[in-house]
């Protein structure tokens, strides 16, 4: 097991431990800088934290909030992770419209991820060749070892210099727009949330195989990286216990 790995009963418990873990890490990062930065991930187990979130007072009026990656549909289709995250978190929470910082999934692929590239440079104030460093980057991992929108075999997985791209997904034979390696690798702070039976197998390779991000993408930034926590349900984790 991974030093930074915390195993709990359930996916409700291990989402409300990766929350409360978030309102930590914003806090200290609030007590010495303007404001903090927010990437989030969707899913059925990141919906329970979202709710959890919505239920805590907090100072949202300095919190930007961003998406680690998004499929390419419109903000109101079932799919989007933006729509996900408005009902369960940014709605309830009266999280302030102007620090929410989406993905155009409705425009084509890479007018979308160009737009959000343009965003991020925009609020985080960065020069034309510079990575933007998230405080807080949330993410999760599919039966498949993909994070983000990084799928085993993803050319992407080698760039380290571009902040976002569109990237087609066969699997699923859609677009997305994703973070790349190079942004997820410099966030201050990771925190991986997975649960259920299907990433038990997932987690044992990407905790016990060698690096190697194009076959287990959930690599980027956890294989011995500094900052990462692991916030899993027992069923998740139970080959690596």
């Given at each position: 097991?991974?030093?930074?790995?915390?195993?709990?009963?359930?996916?409700?418990?291990?989402?409300?431990?990766?929350?409360?873990?978030?309102?930590?890490?914003?806090?200290?990062?609030?007590?010495?800088?303007?404001?903090?930065?927010?990437?989030?991930?969707?899913?059925?187990?990141?919906?329970?934290?979202?709710?959890?979130?919505?239920?805590?007072?907090?100072?949202?009026?300095?919190?930007?909030?961003?998406?680690?990656?998004?499929?390419?549909?419109?903000?109101?289709?079932?799919?989007?992770n933006y729509k996900l995250t408005k009902e369960n978190f940014i709605d309830p929470a009266h999280f302030p419209t102007a620090n929410v910082h989406r993905v155009q999934g409705e425009l084509a692929p890479e007018t979308a991820a160009q737009r959000y590239v343009d965003e991020i440079r925009r609020v985080f104030g960065l020069s034309a060749?510079?990575?933007?460093?998230?405080?807080?980057?949330?993410?999760?991992?599919?039966?498949?070892?993909?994070?983000?929108?990084?799928?085993?075999?993803?050319?992407?997985?080698?760039?380290?210099?571009?902040?976002?791209?569109?990237?087609?997904?066969?699997?699923?034979?859609?677009?997305?727009?994703?973070?790349?390696?190079?942004?997820?690798?410099?966030?201050?702070?990771?925190?991986?949330?997975?649960?259920?039976?299907?990433?038990?197998?997932?987690?044992?390779?990407?905790?016990?195989?060698?690096?190697?991000?194009?076959?287990?993408?959930?690599?980027?930034?956890?294989?011995?990286?500094?900052?990462?926590?692991?916030?899993?349900?027992?069923?998740?984790?139970?080959?690596?216990?």
């Amino acid at each position: 097991m991974s030093l930074n790995s915390l195993v709990y009963a359930d996916a409700q418990s291990a989402s409300s431990a990766c929350a409360a873990r978030i309102f930590e890490l914003l806090t200290e990062a609030l007590e010495s800088q303007p404001f903090a930065t927010l990437a989030v991930s969707g899913g059925t187990t990141p919906k329970l934290m979202f709710a959890d979130m919505a239920k805590t007072r907090f100072d949202w009026s300095r919190v930007h909030l961003f998406w680690v990656d998004e499929r390419g549909v419109p903000p109101t289709d079932s799919q989007s992770n933006y729509k996900l995250t408005k009902e369960n978190f940014i709605d309830p929470a009266h999280f302030p419209t102007a620090n929410v910082h989406r993905v155009q999934g409705e425009l084509a692929p890479e007018t979308a991820a160009q737009r959000y590239v343009d965003e991020i440079r925009r609020v985080f104030g960065l020069s034309a060749s510079a990575l933007p460093r998230f405080d807080i980057v949330h993410r999760g991992m599919g039966p498949d070892a993909h994070t983000a929108s990084l799928f085993p075999g993803e050319s992407l997985i080698d760039d380290r210099t571009h902040i976002a791209a569109a990237v087609y997904v066969e699997k699923f034979q859609q677009w997305r727009v994703t973070l790349l390696p190079g942004v997820l690798e410099a966030a201050r702070h990771t925190l991986m949330l997975a649960a259920g039976p299907d990433k038990a197998e997932p987690l044992r390779a990407v905790l016990r195989e060698p690096y190697d991000p194009h076959r287990y993408p959930s690599q980027i930034a956890t294989y011995n990286g500094q900052g990462v926590t692991w916030f899993l349900d027992k069923a998740a984790a139970r080959l690596v216990e």
